[in-house]
């Protein structure tokens, strides 16, 4: 994310990478930015496949289908990364957001205000 993000030139504060059940990651980000969603999941693609091998082995033998970016509605993402934050007696800037669930298929738990795969 780092790296697609440095060279588009845009900030993506909360996102989530979610891995599912149709053979696929989906990239939750929140509704809130304005990005141009085709050359972000393109460049997101690139930059996971230059950085993981296995990704990138998966892709190239159809293992895996190329990766879907789903914009949720504004702030649900936040909300959603929230809940697990921790106790409520701890600063908001000492709470660590996971950006890779264990939860298979949860881009379900959104409704998804747009979408486009890489």
Known sequence: ?????????IRVPEFL??????????VLVDGRIQID?????????????AAATGYDFEREDALLQPLEL????PNALRAYLNEGGGPAAL????????????????????????????
Do not use: G
Request: proline share 5%.
């Open 91 to 118: 600063p908001n800037a000492q709470i660590k957001h996971a950006h890779l669930t264990r939860e298979f298929d949860a881009h379900t738990r959104f409704a998804a205000m747009d979408t486009h795969a890489a």
């Open 37 to 49: 969603l085709p050359a972000f999941a393109a460049e997101l693609e690139r930059q996971l496949r």
């Open 1 to 9: 994310m780092a790296a697609a993000t440095r060279r588009l030139r």
């Open 17 to 26: 990478f979610v891995p599912c059940s149709d053979r696929r990651y989906r």
């Open 70 to 73: 789903v914009v949720t509605r």
